[in-house]
């Protein structure tokens, strides 16, 4: 499992308490403010090349992030 | 600047608003009511001759030496025991009292040596003073009757010496142990003439001492004196600086004669420390001049080539030829920098000011990542700042003391020291921690709660006792409707049966009944402070367990006033600092987020650069990023990657994977063993700047001594930004602190001239607060209203299994700093001469181990061997051990987990196996024997 993906799947899970829409939500808002832009770049080639691994959550989020 | 000998008012202060007006020998004095007599005198300059009394510790009435007379009163009371009352009128100096002191004098010299010529403490012995001040002319006695000359030294401790026959049984150092250090390992053994100082019925280095120097900063005689003093003579001037160990920040005075340091004093003004300090900054300061220490810079093409020793020049072209090179190759982000918490503010803020401004990106990270970054996030949250609520005086008007995840007596002693006064004078305890840490128990001193959960557990922990003040009625209904916000979703979270103590007893080992007991003592035993260490931070659910300490301390109103709060303690000197000066690499100094336009645009037009408006990596994406090729250089100043970053072969990997290192320290470190430049650093004493505390106390570093290197690190990062092309001229410290305060509205009212005029300043510090902060959020939080926020427990992905049954956490020890760096280069290895593992004896018996054995700890990343301690401390099922040793190399086995908000570190929970080592093979043993021989 590639860094990135593990790391925003340790995200994801610590917002599984809110609504889906919003846990996307202030999971992708963390993601923005603490990722260098090249991590956020490999989370989204995994994101295509193997969504499986990615928690829900986590790739809800990541679609918020490639918007 | 001359030797500083601060005065001495006999007694401590006694503050109060009622007053007490009085003459002494004719001088009208007021002072508050409580003051003794003594002190009183000394307010209006007269002292008073005396010998058991110094102004750090409780009056003791035995010398007889400080007798006064009093108006309307009979006899010649001791004036250090005998309170002021309104009208009295005290005389110090009289016939009858000349004659009553020249008596005192006179037995005691009957029976100490009369070498003051060859004497250690010759020119700073009271009692030396005193028979001057009393007119001693004889001693009718003699000298040839029963006496303590032929007493022996003991000199078993590494730093001072106990000659017991200058001993004149003041008790003073008995009564520092106690009363300033909380020890209390030293006693008054025998009785009448046979009474002496004793360690317990043992010597000083096998006793209970902890080596803090109080005693001996107590002594009116050479009794107790450094070795330093003993071997070099008595120094002849001061300067005031501050310790760079942990983050209590101590002020010094740094005694020399000459160039040659010959002891550090602690100084009764330092704010932090008030007069007191730990083993570690008083005596283990030898590692500045050790022969270790590189002071010429060096360079070689790889890292199994020689190091070449060059010029600066050489040097400084090498670095900023290279960075550029490497940029102009793979990117501008290919390249990046690690701050350093042991260097000063004022350095700290170059390296990320040439890494944004001259680099041209983000990557400049601090190793407060391992260590307190959630603290950053998690207060930020929910307080808006990333700052400990309190002064460290504020522990003295504590009622309830909750300490989480940290073992202040080692890691922060002498702020221990001031919580242990105030529980000795009946604060409640409550710790929380895996371990018996010696707080739970030590002398006059018992946790009334220990809840001792099991590593990982924290958040569950915390829910559960905010579970309890909830459901039980005992919110601070009031605190939270005027201060706060989201309280209603936090409760309706909260008060769900799933957080309380019942339904998480069996995962945290936590007795319910305990959790509710500690909640009820917490929310109504009046003033309720916490304070955490790493033991909260370094989790993978590190930032949810600080906001779940906001939220408990909000929810029983015990934020914004004195005795209570949410207090960081910080492991390093200045990861206060470092964090406040810009080192994260989403944050500018001051704690405003890179992405704010407006902000950035304020440094842009400081800085004449463009700045990068994303954030940049972390120290662990950086090597990440250097494994999969996109990071290919980094500057490293003042930390040991190498050794201290969990999972010690992937960070090997990405520094072998990197084109550059460049490392800048005292040392050839751990990493410097992977770097291509190496650019000596300066050890604190050789600093110019300032540190931050864990209070936020920012404190003057004064050079004891020029750079033995040549230069400074401030004018090193200098001249590699304008090598690199970006220039970056300071003529002095203070410029840089001028352009952090013109830049940073916390510290907007900072200068090196007010901090030496009112010696420290606490943050913030601006027009509103000209004189600094001691206590925040007091009539607001810095985000306006506290926010509860909700903190659902997730367990780690870290667990115990069939092949790994035992959880390893780890931390330090008290005279052991860290990686050890500096601490190993001193004398402190005499108490701590190897890292050990700390096992449950029952553990210990399954596997077959005795205490001392050596063993092997292995985790699914890697092994170390070690030697076994069986302590009962630890719970069964747990283990510890400490990471000062490279040849341990703890974080061998520590791994990748690491806090989901911040990447902090789990290096509190590690699944590991313990097995003895394997015995050699007999062909091995016979071959090992014949290699030693």
Redesign the interface.
């Known amino acids: 499992m590639s860094?990135q993906v593990?790391?925003i799947n340790?995200?994801a899970?610590?917002f599984?308490?809110q609504a889906p829409d919003a846990a996307a939500a202030a999971i992708a808002e963390?993601v923005r403010?603490?990722?260098?832009?090249?991590?956020r770049a490999?989370l989204m080639r995994r994101v295509e090349s193997e969504p499986q691994g990615l928690d829900p959550l986590a790739l809800a989020a990541a679609r918020l992030l490639s918007t | 600047m001359s030797l500083l000998k601060e005065p001495d008012l006999g007694t401590p202060a006694k503050p109060g608003p009622a007053t007490v007006s009085l003459e002494v020998d004719g001088l009208p004095v007021t002072v508050p009511e409580g003051t003794s007599v003594m002190r009183a005198a000394g307010l209006c300059g007269i002292d008073v001759p005396k010998l058991c009394a110094t102004d750090s510790l409780e009056a003791f009435g035995s010398c007889r030496l400080c007798l006064v007379e009093i108006d309307g009163r009979r006899g010649t009371p001791a004036s250090c025991t005998t309170p002021v009352a309104e009208g009295m009128r005290v005389s110090t100096q009289t016939p009858k009292l000349a004659k009553l002191r020249q008596g005192v004098m006179e037995l005691y010299i009957s029976d100490h040596p009369l070498d003051c010529l060859t004497c250690s403490a010759n020119g700073d012995c009271e009692l030396q003073d005193m028979s001057g001040a009393v007119g001693l002319r004889q001693v009718r006695y003699g000298y040839d009757g029963a006496n303590h000359l032929d007493e022996k030294t003991d000199s078993s401790n590494p730093y001072f010496d106990f000659d017991a026959s200058k001993c004149i049984s003041c008790s003073r150092c008995v009564r520092a142990c106690g009363e300033v250090q909380g020890t209390f390992a030293l006693t008054i053994e025998g009785r009448g003439f046979g009474s002496k100082v004793s360690a317990g019925g043992t010597d000083f280095m096998s006793s209970e001492c902890v080596s803090c120097g109080a005693c001996v900063q107590a002594c009116p005689t050479a009794t107790l004196q450094e070795k330093s003093v003993i071997q070099l003579g008595m120094p002849s001037r001061s300067v005031i600086t501050t310790c760079a160990y942990c983050g209590v920040g101590c002020s010094f005075k740094a005694e020399l004669r000459g160039a040659e340091l010959v002891r550090m004093v602690p100084y009764k003004d330092g704010g932090a420390n008030e007069g007191h300090s730990c083993v570690k900054g008083r005596f283990a300061f030898g590692y500045a001049t050790h022969p270790d220490r590189v002071l010429t810079p060096m360079v070689r093409e790889k890292i199994t080539d020689e190091w070449q020793p060059v010029d600066w020049d050489t040097a400084i072209a090498f670095t900023a030829a290279r960075l550029r090179d490497i940029q102009s190759r793979h990117g501008v982000g290919a390249i990046g920098g690690i701050t350093s918490s042991r260097t000063t503010n004022e350095e700290v803020y170059v390296v990320q000011k040439m890494i944004r401004a001259a680099f041209g990106n983000n990557n400049v990270d601090t190793c407060a990542r391992v260590c307190h970054s959630p603290t950053g996030y998690g207060l930020k949250q929910t307080f808006g700042t990333s700052a400990g609520t309190q002064d460290f005086r504020s522990v003295a008007q504590s009622d309830v003391i909750m300490v989480i995840g940290a073992n202040p007596t080692d890691g922060h002693p002498v702020f221990a020291s001031r919580m242990k006064r105030r529980l000795r004078e009946g604060a409640k305890l409550i710790v929380i921690d895996p371990r018996r840490i010696d707080l739970v128990r030590s002398p006059h001193i018992e946790a009334a709660h220990h809840l001792q959960l099991a590593p990982g557990t924290n958040v569950a922990v915390v829910n559960a006792l905010a579970h309890v003040v909830l459901t039980e009625g005992l919110v601070d209904r009031s605190f939270v409707g005027e201060r706060c916000e989201d309280f209603d979703d936090w409760a309706e979270f909260i008060a769900r049966p799933e957080n309380s103590p019942e339904a998480v007893e069996e995962l945290t080992g936590v007795p319910a009944e305990e959790v509710r007991a500690a909640a009820r003592l917490f929310a109504t035993g009046g003033n309720g402070a916490i304070y955490y260490g790493l033991g909260v931070t370094e989790h993978s659910q590190g930032s949810t367990m600080v906001m779940g300490m906001a939220n408990l301390a909000m929810a029983t109103g015990n934020i914004g006033r004195e005795g209570v709060g949410v207090n960081p303690l910080r492991g390093q000197n200045n990861v206060q600092g470092s964090c406040d000066m810009g080192s994260f690499p989403h944050e500018l100094p001051g704690y405003r987020h890179i992405s704010d336009d407006v902000v950035r645009g304020v440094f842009e037009n400081m800085w004449g650069s463009t700045l990068q408006a994303e954030p940049g990596l972390r120290i662990p994406n950086m090597f990440d990023a250097a494994i999969e090729g996109s990071f290919r250089a980094l500057y490293v100043q003042g930390e040991d990657i190498a050794q201290s970053d969990p999972n010690i072969n992937h960070v090997h990997a990405a520094l072998r994977a990197l084109d550059l290192v460049v490392v800048q320290d005292l040392f050839l470190n751990e990493t410097a063993k992977f770097a291509h430049v190496f650019l000596p650093g300066t050890s604190f004493l050789e600093k110019d700047g300032t540190f931050t505390n864990a209070e936020r106390r920012i404190n003057r570093v004064r050079p004891v001594m020029a750079p033995k290197t040549g230069k400074h690190e401030w004018q090193i990062v200098a001249e590699i930004a304008e090598a690199m092309g970006y220039p970056m001229r300071y003529d002095h410290p203070s410029q840089i602190m001028d352009e952090i305060a013109a830049l940073t509205p916390t510290f907007a009212g900072v200068s090196f001239d007010k901090l030496d005029k009112l010696g420290s300043v606490q943050w913030p510090c601006n027009d509103n607060a000209p004189e600094g902060t001691p206590i925040m959020h007091r009539d607001g939080f810095v985000r306006g209203k506290g926010r509860f926020v909700r903190t659902p427990f997730v367990p780690t992905r870290e667990r115990s299994t069939r092949k790994y049954p035992l959880i390893l956490t780890t931390g330090r020890i008290l005279s052991q700093y860290n990686v050890g760096a500096q601490t190993r280069r001193t004398a402190n290895v005499a108490w701590h001469p190897e890292d050990v593992l700390e096992i449950h004896p029952h553990d210990a018996e399954v596997r077959g181990i005795n205490d001392g054995d050596e063993v092997v700890l292995s985790s699914r990343v890697g092994a170390t061997t070690l030697r076994a301690v069986l302590a009962d401390r630890m719970p069964v099922g747990v283990v510890y051990t400490t990471f000062h040793h490279p040849v341990t190399g703890a974080n061998v086995v520590t791994t990748e987990n690491s806090d989901w908000a911040t990447n902090c570190p789990e290096y509190k929970v590690t699944a590991v196996q313990v097995g003895l080592k394997a015995a050699p093979r007999p062909a091995e043993a016979l071959r090992s024997a014949m290699a030693a021989e």
């Open positions: 860094p593990r790391m340790d995200i899970v610590q599984r308490h963390h403010a603490f990722w260098d832009p090249r991590m490999e």
